[in-house]
């Protein structure tokens, strides 16, 4: 079992804290990668030699090791594959989400070995010899594979033998996924509840016709208004701050950019210039490439259409919709297919999430190049910033400098021609008094967290600008919050009064009439006697949009009998709704089907972290912090 951690270095026992933080990270990250079926990922490409070097091991799990190289390889591959910077590995998560996988594989193997499960030398042939890594014109290379193969790993047999235990590992999830399924009539459920509509009669009432005339508040009235709300009239903190700004741009300004730089640097970024083609797609999934090659067949014979397909299922055109897109937003096969034909139409099928989908190309945008005379400044200007970054690196040194020996920040901007300014009353949202906000560098949340981080006084660091500089603040004077005595603020004051006061009177008005319809009177006689026409809403599902029933006001709705009624008042506006009538879902087969199928692979989820947490348990897992640290900080750079 897992025992408390010991003081001192190298290999620690790790308590259920250290396991819980890896298996959040695996259920919260990005990817949401079920690692206890993660079989044989080799990602062999892209990584080199990264991990040499590391002859230790990261982790114990039972008598298994985690070594290491095998963490360096896995952190590298996966920081390249999501595409991260190096130095976000840590705040990312992505080194915990790599040792969870790790530590789980381990556990899984470590199961396999004590069951005597074993893959035999043919399924790690055919294994091998199916991974796109290790092909060329579509056919498995010897030679392609051995070089591939020992770029990461000491030895082929090496590489090899990690693929039989990873096998085996999948043995044992396969076996424990068996019967994954949600409870008998479960999908069939939710789909009615889903599907069910909804209609709604709707009563709206206004301020302006339904608030009735508001009073003037006397002395008394304002004054307890005052005091009962004060915060909505507190004038904030404000601070007078003097600063000055090591400006990348004007320094810039002062950077020649030779004329073949700046069309090399175009060329470089054509594509990130460029405006992608887009695309408004929908699609349909079906479970078999069979099942969506014959609905196609039947949409090119002329018997139905996206659309008849859609009715068929029980869905809609928002079901449906993967909005629109560019290439780069479906990625793979189902990219080519969206993106294959010149003009609009249904294609198809593509692998997809569950299935093989039918892709209805509603609207093709075509894309666009950004002519080099377009952009020639701002990339001169990119150029020319980069040039000027020393230089600002350089004054920001030498200002720190003077300061160090007694300088003040006026000084410092006087001996270097820096820009310099002062500001008063400036609040942390950037408001300045009478209403007016302050701009540029001065606006900025950069320049906004230092201020109101600083002392009055006190001298602090140089802080990177949003614009690639430097800035310095020093906070002159501070303001504390304080509210104003009510005669200089009557009016705001008496305007807030009179706001609440006609919210109050419509709220009272609007449930008035909730009252009314509730105890039996039809909506048409209250409706008359607002002066109002009755509307409706509906039908419409649980989860459409309604923008004139709130959430609140739904709820009620959706989970009562006819004629329950619900109110959803704004300053303005008061919305009484009346449930008239419930109608049951149609058709909520096709729907049921998704269901299940969504059911089905959160309880193989929930199965698979719960054997993969009892293996771990029963094992038993140890860290080496000092060595996780080392591997990390190597591969983050």
Known sequence: MVRAPETGSGEQPQGRPMLDLLRRGVRSWVAKVLLGLLVASFAVWGIGDIGAGFSTRVATVGDRAVEADAFARRLRSEQQRFGLDPSMIRASGLDRFVLAGLVREAALAEAAAGLGVSAPDSAVARTVRSDPSFLVGGQFDATQYQNAVRRVYPSVGAFEETVRRSLASALISEAALLGATPPPGMAEAIARFSEERRVFDILTLTADAHAGETPEPDDAALAAHLEAHPE??????????TWLHIDLAALAR?????????RALYEEERDRLATPERRAVDQIVFDEAAAAEAA?????AGETDFDGLLAERGLTRRDASLGVVTRRDLRGERADVAFRDPAPGVVGPAPAAGGFALLDVREITPGSEVPFETVRDDLAAELGAERARPEADRIAEAVEDL???GATIEEAAGEFDLAFGRIAGLAGDGSLPGGARADGLVASDAFLDEAFAAEPGAE???AFAPDG?????RVDAVTPPATPPLDAIRDRVAEDWR?????????EAAEGARARIAEGESVEAVAADLGVTPGQAGPIRRQDPEPRIGETARAALFAGEPGTVAVTATPARAVVAVLREVRPAD?????????RRALAASVAEDQAELLGRALEDAAGVRFNPSVLDSVISQVGG
Do not use: K, N, Q, W
Not at 232 to 241: C, G
Not at 254 to 262: A, T
Not at 296 to 300: H, N, S, T, V
Not at 587 to 595: Q, T
């Open 403 to 405: 300061r160090a020996g």
């Open 296 to 300: 196609l067949a039947r949409i090119e």
């Open 587 to 595: 058709d909520a087969g096709a729907l049921a089907g998704s269901i």
């Open 499 to 507: 706001a609440e006061a006609r919210r109050a009177a419509l709220a």
């Open 254 to 262: 002062g950077v020649e950019v030779p004329e073949e730089e700046v």
């Open 469 to 473: 500089g430097y800035f310095l603040v």
């Open 460 to 462: 602090r660091r140089m």
């Open 232 to 241: 909505r009239f507190t004038d904030p903190e404000r601070r007078d701050v």
